[in-house]
């Protein structure tokens, strides 16, 4: 294998001439370029110079090593510098995906001091719920995915949707899951009951969700449609659900209209102006946890690692 010292070596004998004078400009002995040259000349599997007295010429495979000398160390010196600039985040990207209230909450603060500290790293987001977005982190479409997951209104642990192969969310419970994701928690995002202004128990200080039992409601996302139905059947009831969006604005606008009820996060509450819409703590207390996730690999590239300490930091505000 031939290794880019030796061809550093090889380049400055061309240039200067002589081992002697290629020792003097590359700062070492001259028995040192002889031993060099030696093992480059092995590695190639043919004589690359021709020594005459005190002349010393290239041959044939000599010139033609010399000449993809040059491309070669250019390539690696632009590599090395691309590769400092990144480590030392002056350079590089980092690609986040992440669920609608967390792109109105928890991503603007982040990303905005993420661009300001570094304005040479390129920032992009890109929404998509879960499990999509845990998907596009597993394929390679994004560097740090942000997403949720409910734990089981049954008790039988953390779900993140209806299907039993996906039980634990596609993540596991410690810092890496069974995928070898790194999980970072984020927040712990409690769900709030959402009622026309003039619904009788608009006004309460809480309620129990079983209270809303008699209610057409409204649902979200087919994951937090799942997750509704299964508290209301722990509560006892199963919910009549008349409507269906992912759109939180929505949801509000059309409880608001009093043509239901919805459990909404918390999160979601600050992004979304609530007109003709009142929210309600409601027991049991309903949460969901916040998390963002990215390869073992990834976390270790230090523009990815100042991404979720941002994010984190976003959480605690």
Known sequence: ??????????????????????????????????????ALEQSAGTPLLVRTGRETRLT??????VRHAAGILAGLTAAEEEIAA????????????????GSSTLVPTALAGMRAAHPGIQISLEEAEPPRSVEMLRAGDCEIALAFRYPDARGSGPVAGGDAAQADG??????CGKDDLVVRPLLTDRLVGVVPEGHPLAGAERIRIDELAGEPWIAGCPRCRRHLVDICESAGFTPRIDFATDDYPAVFG??????????????AVES????????????????????????????????????????????RR
């Open 1 to 38: 294998m031939i290794e880019a010292r030796h061809l550093r070596v090889l380049r400055a004998v061309a240039t200067t001439g002589s081992f002697s004078a290629a020792a003097r400009e590359l700062g070492c002995t001259q028995p040192a370029v002889s031993q060099q040259m030696k």
């Open 60 to 65: 044939e495979a000599g010139r033609a090593l």
């Open 86 to 101: 990144i480590a030392g985040l002056r350079a590089g990207r980092v690609r986040l995906v992440s669920f609608p209230s």
């Open 170 to 175: 596609g993540w596991g419970d410690g810092r």
């Open 254 to 267: 059309l409880v608001g209209a009093g043509l239901g009820v919805a459990v909404m996060p918390e999160l």
């Open 272 to 315: 979304v102006r609530h007109r003709g819409a009142r929210t309600v703590p409601v027991e049991p207390a309903v949460e969901r946890e916040v998390v963002a996730l990215t390869l073992p690999d990834l976390a270790r590239v230090p523009a990815v690692a100042e991404m979720l300490d941002r994010l984190a930091a976003a959480a």
